[in-house]
C-alpha cells in the first residue's frame, strides 16, 4: 500500500462521521426532536413505540363536489330581493349624501413670515436714513408744502440730532373678571341643599292641571308596546330564515289547535318604537313580516293544518313571529 493510499484510507472515517448529521437531516427532525427521540428509545414501552396511524387513513378521498350533501337553508328569493333593495338603498343615499357635501376643501399653506428690518430703505433724493422706532419723515402734500430751500437757513452740522421719544405701546384689552360662586360644602352626614322648585302652574276655574303641565315630554308614537301573546317563532334579522329548529313548536301548535283557526302575525325587524317610522321603512317590514309569516303558514300547512284556517297577518316593529289559537 503506498503512501497516498494510507492518507485516503485514514480519511474515510472522518468523511462518514461528518455525514451521519447530514443523512439525520433528512428525517425533518430538529435537534429538539432528536433528543427527544434518544429519550424514549431510552424509556421503552409504549413511548417508544410508533403511533398508530390516524383513523380512516386508507379510506377513498371524498369527492369534493359532492359535499356537503344537503342544500343550505336560503332566504326565499323574496326576502332576498327585499334585502337586496334595502342595501341599494342605503349605498344610493350614502352616494347622493357624499355628492351633496362636495369635494373636501383644499386649505392653502400658511404665508410665510416677512424678515423683520433693522433700517428703512434709503432714499435716493436726500441719502436720509430713518431707524426703528422713529416716525418716517412726512412727505410734501397740498397740506404741508415743502419748504423753501431758500429761505430755510440749513443747521449747523455740527449740532446734535434731536431723538424723537419712541411712542408707548398701546394698552391691551383686559378681559373681565370672572366671578366664580362659590359652593358651601355640605357637612358630613347631612343632604345637599336643593334647590327651588319651578313656579307653579297657572291654575283655571274649573280645571284640574297637574304639576307636571309645563314640563314637555318626548313626542313618541302611540303604539301598543305590551308582548304580545302565542307561540314565539324565532328568525334571523332581516330574513325569512328560521332560526333553530322550530319542528317541536310546530307539533306544539298542531296538538292544541283541535279545529280552531290560527292566526300568524309577522313581525319585521324594527325592535322598538323609536327605530325610523317613516312610511317608507314601515312598508318595506311589513312585506318582511308577511315573508315570514307565510314560512310558518308553509309549514304548518305541510303537517295537515288546512290553509283555510290559517289567517295571516303582519306588523312593522316586532319579533319573529307570533301563533295564536283562535277561540
Known sequence: MTAATRRTAGKIPFLLLMTAPLLAACQHQDATDTVTGWWHNFEGG????????????????PHVGRTPTQAPDLPTPEARLSLTTQLEAQRNLAQRESAAQGALPTIPPPPKPAPAATTANTEQSGMTMTTVGQPEPESPSAINPAPDLATTSVPNASAPAKKTAPSAPAAEAELPAVVAKSIPPTPPGQFPKIGDLPPPPPQFPGFDLPRDAMVSDPVRPDIDTSTPEGTLIRFQPATDHVTGDPQGDYQHIVSLRGNKRLTILGFGAFMSADAALAPADQNREIALGLLRARVVA??????????????????????????????
Open 46 to 61: 409504549e413511548i417508544a413505540k410508533l403511533r398508530a396511524p390516524p383513523p380512516g387513513e386508507n379510506l377513498r378521498y
Open 298 to 327: 308553509r309549514a304548518l300547512i305541510a303537517r295537515g293544518v288546512p290553509a283555510s284556517a290559517i289567517i295571516l297577518k303582519a306588523e312593522a316593529i316586532g319579533d319573529g313571529v307570533r301563533v295564536t289559537i283562535n277561540h
